[in-house]
């Protein structure tokens, strides 16, 4: 039972891992193109980014299906299950909470609080190149644990001057 939930815990740490890498090198590299729909404000419901995670699903259900006989023996049932736990956790963090699709809500946990200052920090700029974190949960959570702050221009109207806003 431990390898089995070893293997779970693999499947979850090891798709991460694979995100970071491909999102990193192929999203802002070779498929920048398709990912980009990701970074611009203007899309519906789905976007064609979205491509991404149907295949990330499919190889989750393929490691499902092959390990479906014997799931408490099989290799391939609790890998399968390690990256639709990723996926489930990925589609609520990520899509309804962070970007606000589909069932949007609020959340006072400051680990979801957390990853989605970190994600927003990826998001500040819709350049190829990006910005770290590149992953969902691998960055460091210390730099991103308190929400940003937002200095006020000068030049607008209603904003402290330079010599008000003191040390911020």
Do not use: C
Not at 62 to 73: A, V
Not at 110 to 117: D, L
Not at 126 to 134: I, L, Q, S, T, V
Request: a positive charge; charged letters at 15%; hydrophobic letters at 40%.
């Amino acid at each position: 039972m431990l390898v089995f939930i070893a293997l779970i815990v693999g499947g979850f740490a090891g798709t991460e891992v694979a995100a970071y890498l491909v999102h990193r090198f192929l999203f802002h590299g070779l498929l920048w193109r398709i990912h980009r729909t990701h970074h611009t404000h203007q899309h519906g419901p789905f976007e064609l980014n979205d491509l991404f995670s149907l295949a990330a699903t499919a190889g989750s259900l393929w490691l499902l299906w092959i390990g479906r006989h014997d799931p408490l023996n099989s290799i391939a049932w609790p890998l399968g299950v390690g990256v639709a736990v990723y996926g489930i956790l990925y589609f609520i963090l990520h899509d309804l909470y962070t970007h606000r699709r589909f069932l949007p809500f609020k959340t006072n946990s400051r680990v979801a609080q957390t990853i989605r200052r970190a994600h927003q920090r990826h998001h500040q700029s819709a350049e190829k190149p990006g910005h770290e974190p590149y992953g969902l949960f691998l960055f460091p959570y210390t730099r991103f644990s308190k929400p940003f702050t937002r200095r006020r221009s000068p030049s607008r109207p209603g904003s402290p001057s330079t010599a008000d806003r003191g040390s911020e």
